[in-house]
């Protein structure tokens, strides 16, 4: 049997090259499902794309639509003890994830989510720099931040490798 090495994806926009071709899902846990589902569902306009007991423990597993080919896949764990929600980019400890990111495609679709988000009283931050970024953040049932950003393609571009102290 011939063994070969694994080959790097095409090279992405802006001729970078990575280890895979596209992010799947993300496994996050949930100690509701019924909130974390009509959150995702009824709120952000996902859908339910695998829904199944796994494991000796027989836990719910949904694959939740986050974007096109990606999922959020949860897994319920009711005795789970969530974190407070702490904002985005801001110093702390006890945990690895800071936010997710979603590209929206324009202001007006920002402005659109900003509306759905307060019919829905669901408070969220808001960031801008001029000319360059805008976003919103906000927490999902379970205190993952989940961010929406409007960003000039030009400025999304990458490398950008400007760090006065780099680790690369």
Known sequence: MTSTAPQLSLPDRDGLKAPF??????ALVTNDMEATVKFYRDILGSEIAMAHRQG??????????????????????????????????QPKSGRSLDHISFFLNSHEELAAWKTKLD?????????EVPGMVSAIFFP????????????????????????PEPAY
């Open 119 to 127: 019919g829905h009283g669901i408070e969220y931050s808001s960031m």
């Open 56 to 89: 000796e423990h027989n836990v719910r597993h949904y694959f939740i639509t986050v974007a096109p080919n990606t999922v959020f896949a949860f897994f319920e764990f009711p005795e789970a003890e969530m974190l407070d929600y702490l904002p985005p980019t």
């Open 140 to 163: 999902d049932p379970n205190n993952i931040v989940i961010e929406l950003m409007v960003m000039p393609l030009d400025q999304l571009s990458f490398p950008k490798l400007d760090d």
């Open 21 to 26: 071709a596209a992010l799947h899902h993300v």
